[in-house]
């Protein structure tokens, strides 16, 4: 089955999510085990942004918050923060256009966040890309 780029970004959401989550509550689990169990095929796409979030999240997380305003990237929902840093990701280490990462991510915060952490995951994503 082929997966459009969006649904692509949603699989990466959902295992970060439920790699921080068991992270957090100290089960252990394969990273690979997660993403077996929620991709019928491998796809290259969802490896390299689940492994890139992760393999630079302290440095993804610098970056996020340095432009929330009073706030961190922990304080959001487990959500919210997947989003937020695999459109950090994206911004720093594809070459992605910037208008759809940002596009991207706002669509999938309307779907699993809500409105204050949609908000803010656009302006701080709207702040980076003009510096």
């Not at 970056?63 to 990701?89: E, M, P, Q, V």
Request: glycine share 2%; hydrophobic share 45%.
């Amino acid at each position: 089955m082929a997966y459009k780029r969006s649904e692509l970004r949603e699989k990466c959401m959902v295992i970060l999510y439920q790699y921080d989550l068991m992270q957090k509550n100290h089960v252990s689990v394969e990273l690979d085990t997660i993403m077996k169990d929620n991709m019928d095929i491998e796809n290259e796409f969802v490896k390299d942004v689940v492994y890139g979030v992760i393999t630079h999240q302290e440095e993804l997380d610098a970056l996020a918050n340095a432009h929330i305003k009073d706030w961190t990237i922990d304080r959001l929902d487990k959500t919210g923060a997947a989003i937020l840093r695999i459109a950090l990701f994206e911004l720093k280490y594809t070459n992605t256009p910037e208008v759809v990462v940002i596009n991207e991510a706002i669509e999938l915060a309307k779907k699993y966040s809500d409105d204050a952490v949609r908000k803010m995951i656009n302006a701080v994503l709207d702040k980076i890309i003009r510096e």
